[in-house]
């Protein structure tokens, strides 16, 4: 699966997946969802179950417009 496919398919969640392949400027290609969430602590706990995996972790919702701040 890429990140874009699992940015459509999960809308505002925070993603954890392993990257099986990296294009040449190391960006993640291919991955395999590892876990997914709306709450940010279920992914972060997920990363120690999988401390030995190579993983990715991001957020597939917007990004706050400049002069706006978010708190977790």
Sequence with gaps: M??????QIY???WILVEVLKED?????????LLEHSKNRDITY???KKYAKKYTYHFYT???????????F
């Design 61 to 71: 919702g917007k990004i706050p417009e400049k002069g706006y701040a978010v708190a």
């Design 24 to 32: 040449k400027d190391g960006n993640p290609i291919e991955v395999q």
């Design 2 to 7: 890429n990140i874009e496919k699992i940015k």
């Design 11 to 13: 809308e505002d969640e």
């Design 45 to 47: 706990l997920a990363m």
